[in-house]
């Protein structure tokens, strides 16, 4: 069992940055690859990034290549994604979770979520 919290979510002008980060308690967070999603009012869960066990790999979805970075510190249980660049299209809430293998693209391949946190990018 693997709990997830998150944090670091707000209201940002456009253009603007925020840092959301996760913390995992229970098994051994340097054996699940770790990712981000997001999810608006009314949308599906849409990924964001991932970065796996060792964070040598990482995946970005195509609306945020180039403004997001999704990071990790196995010595401290975290995964971190700093948001710059951000725009009003970004707001959502995000939702941290963790994978033991599989496509990391997708959510169904998860096996821990966190609660989620919002990001509000005002224009």
């Known amino acids: 069992q693997v709990q997830l919290v998150e944090s670091g979510g707000g209201l940002v002008q456009a253009g603007g940055s925020l840092r959301v980060s996760c913390v995992a308690s229970?098994?051994?967070?340097?054996?699940?690859?770790m990712g981000w999603f997001r999810q608006a009012p009314g949308k599906e869960r849409d990924f964001v990034a991932a970065?796996?066990?060792?964070?040598?790999?990482?995946y970005y979805g195509d609306s945020v290549k180039g403004r997001f970075t999704i990071s990790r510190d196995n010595t401290k249980d975290t995964v971190t994604l700093q948001m710059n660049n951000l725009k009003p299209e970004d707001t959502a809430a995000y939702f941290c979770?963790?994978?033991?293998?599989?496509?990391?693209?997708?959510?169904?391949?998860?096996?821990?979520w966190g609660q989620g946190t919002q990001v509000t990018v005002s224009s």
């Open positions: 979770a963790a994978s033991l293998g599989g496509d990391l693209y997708k959510a169904p391949y998860y096996d821990y």
């Open positions: 970065i796996s066990w060792s964070g040598a790999n990482t």
């Open positions: 229970g098994r051994a967070f340097n054996t699940y690859a």
